[in-house]
């Protein structure tokens, strides 16, 4: 038993979630990101054409600093869960004047509907931000959703990753970052990765592993 379990229903700490928990979020970011020395790493690529952004679940806080800084304008959805903490990751996404579809990166649970609408707004030119190992892993897995998006869309695929020189991280399922202030943070945007719309689905996962896997080392 936790210490909030102690004292406090899990009822009435879904609903505290549900109202506060984007706020803290926010407000944590924003004190790394001001207090901290930002470095940017950027495809040339994805300043000029739209993309699939690929980036792991426990990687996702600061990802709407690194997206200001290619797009003046927002024009990004991202793909979050139906469940209770995507309503959470919904609102502190709002904040930035990012868009959510609410639906899991697999084929089942409200996914094959999600991906739908990922394709119809990537052939509008939308970026669309995906979490392949979300919304509960295991931890940087894949799942089909992403995969789909970039065959049937023939977006590419750019891998995602912002690196705190200092940070916490949560005993949760997908290790969450939480960047200490006054540190430095790297943020990357990698070169495109193209899936061809013929290619087997276990060989386009393979191709998405190893060059989340290059993602990972840098």
Not at 153 to 161: E, F, P, R, T, Y
Request: glycine share 6%.
């Amino acid at each position: 038993m936790t210490f909030f379990d102690k004292y406090i229903t899990r009822n009435k700490q879904k609903e505290l979630r549900s109202k506060y928990a984007h706020i803290i979020m926010h407000w944590i970011a924003a004190m790394a990101y001001w207090t901290c020395y930002n470095r940017y790493h950027i495809a040339e690529y994805v300043k000029q054409h739209s993309f699939i952004a690929c980036l792991w679940h426990g990687n996702f806080l600061m990802m709407p600093y690194l997206y200001a800084k290619i797009r003046k304008t927002s024009n990004m959805s991202f793909v979050t869960s139906a469940h209770e903490d995507g309503v959470m990751v919904e609102k502190y996404f709002k904040k930035f004047g990012l868009q959510s579809i609410r639906g899991s990166t697999g084929t089942h649970k409200g996914g094959t509907k999600a991906l739908i609408q990922a394709i119809r707004e990537l052939q509008l030119g939308r970026d669309i931000a995906v979490t392949p190992d979300g919304p509960k892993g295991p931890y940087k897995s894949i799942a089909n959703g992403v995969l789909l998006m970039a065959m049937r869309s023939g977006v590419a695929i750019c891998g995602c990753k912002v690196k705190p020189k200092r940070y916490w991280e949560l005993k949760t399922w997908d290790k969450f970052c939480i960047p200490k202030p006054f540190s430095r943070i790297d943020y990357y945007i990698t070169e495109p990765l193209f899936l061809s719309p013929d290619i087997e689905i276990d060989k386009a996962r393979e191709m998405l592993r190893v060059y989340m896997q290059n993602l990972d080392s840098l």
